[in-house]
């Protein structure tokens, strides 16, 4: 069973919306503070967003503040990424990171 598995990617138009989810298994994900962690095409790894175990508290990239939204659900074991307003710069694999794992990642395009 594979610990972290995304979902939700896909192609959006510019101003578009997505919805990322992140399944989590084989660990106390309600324990785990929970990454979104992006890669552009040719470029390194960005932090996105993350979010604390008991989800009071998010924080994310100057890029995408009021743009996206992070949350769990510790119930279900699942990580959500909200996406608003989707620019071509928001173009890449985006990957969710917790408790040293890493999901295989899940691509988001965002052209017209």
């Known amino acids: 069973q594979v610990p972290l598995q995304e979902s939700g990617g896909g192609l959006a138009q510019p101003g578009g919306t997505l919805r990322l989810s992140c399944a989590a298994s084989?660990?106390?994900?309600?324990?785990?503070?929970m990454f979104w962690v992006r890669q552009a095409p040719g470029k390194g790894l960005e932090w996105v967003s993350d979010?604390?175990?008991?989800?009071?508290?998010?924080y994310y990239t100057d890029s995408v503040k009021g743009r996206f939204t992070i949350s769990r659900d510790n119930g279900k074991n699942t990580l959500i990424l909200q996406m608003n307003s989707l620019k071509p710069e928001d173009t890449a694999q985006y990957f969710c990171v917790g408790w040293g794992y890493w999901g295989q990642g899940t691509q988001v395009t965002v052209s017209s």
């Open positions: 084989g660990f106390t994900f309600s324990s785990s503070r």
């Open positions: 979010i604390t175990p008991d989800g009071r508290f998010t």
